[in-house]
């Protein structure tokens, strides 16, 4: 198999040791093992601390967008009404995702190198519309930029809006997601990006409100939320659970944890400002506008003149590098370094920059 020295890829990021670890094991059936309950409940409150929140946290075997359709399709009825708040490929997937279970889906869309910024148009949406749900992504990973959720928050609470939905699965971790602070009632999470484990578990965090409406709305599948309500408690889970992956997402929570929360967030962002300033020393154009806010996990750039993306990639991978391309309307046109969970790393970073440095000229 082919390996790089240098992997940038936003997610899934290169695996710590510890996380290798939590899979060498023989762990019994999940089941039935007392065991796996005290590991579940363990990952559970250290998601509570990374996610800020008091609320219960669901975790279910899959990646990443496991979590973004069950929460849906648990929160909706056909016909309810959506915002769908976009400023990047996510946030207008997950419009696009709602509306496809027949929800009344409205968007509020920026140019995808853009951050929230009009409040007013927010706020009259929700007063005209009256959303039962809003929903928004914290980190647009296609764009290398982090959404301002505290605001939406505060208009969520003033108005009364039952549910606000926050993509946080590549910031949480390496960036600061307050739920309880933000109102959030549902917030969403994966393995694979600043947890620095494996592409296999999805986690969210779900508001007393949120569990009165998944109740209410009863929706049976493979990917419900309603089942999780009581497994922990009553030890039966809707499918056997994935006991190394629960491992492995708990030494991912631990090795965050234990570093210090704000001493990771503080990592991500000196790593991210390292890197945005050497890109630019080396004439490189970041893709996000000015005035919009860069996330501390990923960073995107505007291809450099004279490369195509396969070109670029093709020679960066000679040079042991392995960047990110991107996706929808910005394939082709960006490529992103991936400096979340165990890839934000000053010297790993350095030697990245060094190989694009070298290509470049
Ligand atoms: C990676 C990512 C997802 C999806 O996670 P997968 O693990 O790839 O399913 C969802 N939202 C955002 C913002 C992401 O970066």
Redesign the pocket.
Known sequence: MQTYPIPMV???VKLPQAVLNAYQTNYGSADLEPEFLELHHKTESNLQMILGTKNRIVIQS???????WSALKSCLFPGDRVLAVAT???GD?IGDMASSMGAEVKKISRPYDETISDMSEIEAAIVKFKPKMITV??????SGTLNPIAELGRLKHRYKTPLLYV?????AGGSPVLCDEWHVDLC?G????CLSSL?DM?FLSVSDTAWEVVRQVDYVGYDALKPFHNAPAEHYFPYTPNWHGVASLNAGTELILNEGLDDSFARHEGVAAFCRKKLNEMGLSLFPALDAEPSPT?TAVKMPHGFTWPEFDATLRQHGLVVGGSFGPLAGKVFRLGHMGTQADMELVGRALGVIEKVIA
């Not at 899959?62 to 973004?68: I, K, N, R, S, Y």
């Open positions: 936003p997610g899934p899959g990646e990443g967008m496991l979590a973004l990047g490929v996510f997937g992504v914290h980190c647009e990973t296609p993509d946080a699965v590549s910031s969403l994966g393995s694979q990006k592409p999805a990923v």
